[in-house]
């Protein structure tokens, strides 16, 4: 069964570095989206991504998160300057078009910002 | 803007029915989903429900929606300990069709 995937599992970084985080949506999905999860609250709406531009973001992605699909397979989401509150399980999911369009996530990725 | 709540744990024996209650605010929402979560893992889709059906069942889960109070739950039937998991409700909302989601339910299955 196609499955979204997410690379790397596990991510530390330092405050103030870059860090790129990697998905491999699901191969006949058109739409993209990354969603973040702070340890103990909800799951929350960072971006989505279609037709390689950005459709719609919500107010926590400012100018320091940034979104790519740099080749036919992965979507990338890109944090300019890591803050210590960046620290969150991220998780990138896709979906087809069509009226029902169920969105697949991925694993995701800890990341984790000292 | 919208909102979902849940209730955040839930404790059933192994065998009984669970029901994992859900409010949300969004009365546009046209697609309501179930997701659930293992320790470490990613959202699993579970099932969905439009919004102009008041219930789908598949297999042991069954799904209830009342539009007018916007209430969804989900049961599961003869629940497992395969089950105790982090239960999400979400609505899909905007222009994207984003999910925004409940807090999560942690389902404790007891032996």
């Known amino acids: 069964e196609p499955e979204v995937t997410q690379t790397p599992s596990h991510q530390v970084t330092q405050m103030g570095q870059e860090v790129i985080l990697r998905c491999v949506p699901i191969?006949?999905?058109?739409?993209f989206y990354w969603y973040r999860q702070i340890l103990g609250q909800k799951v929350e709406f960072l971006v989505s991504f279609y037709n390689n531009e950005i459709s719609e973001k919500s107010e926590i992605f400012d100018d320091q998160f940034s979104v790519e699909r740099p080749d036919g397979s992965n979507f990338t989401l890109k944090i300019r300057s890591t803050k210590l509150e960046d620290s969150a399980m991220y998780f990138c999911?896709?979906?087809?078009?069509?009226?029902?369009?169920?969105?697949?996530f991925g694993p995701g990725t800890r990341l984790t910002v000292t | 803007g919208e909102d979902v709540e849940q209730s955040l744990f839930l404790s059933v024996r192994e065998g009984d029915s669970s029901v994992i209650n859900c409010t949300y605010t969004d009365s546009s929402s046209t697609y309501l989903y179930w997701y659930k979560q293992e320790p470490g893992a990613g959202l699993q889709l579970l099932t969905y429900?439009?919004?102009?059906?008041d219930m789908k069942q598949d297999q042991r889960l069954t799904v209830l929606l009342n539009k007018k109070d916007k209430h969804l739950s989900l049961r599961i039937a003869d629940t497992q300990t395969g089950d105790s998991a982090i239960y999400f409700c979400?609505?899909?909302?905007?222009?994207?069709?984003?999910?925004?989601f409940g807090s999560g339910t942690q389902l404790t299955v007891l032996p």
């Open positions: 999911a896709s979906r087809t078009t069509g009226r029902r369009g169920e969105q697949y």
């Open positions: 429900i439009f919004s102009n059906m």
């Open positions: 191969s006949n999905h058109l739409y």
């Open positions: 979400a609505e899909r909302s905007g222009s994207a069709r984003q999910l925004t």
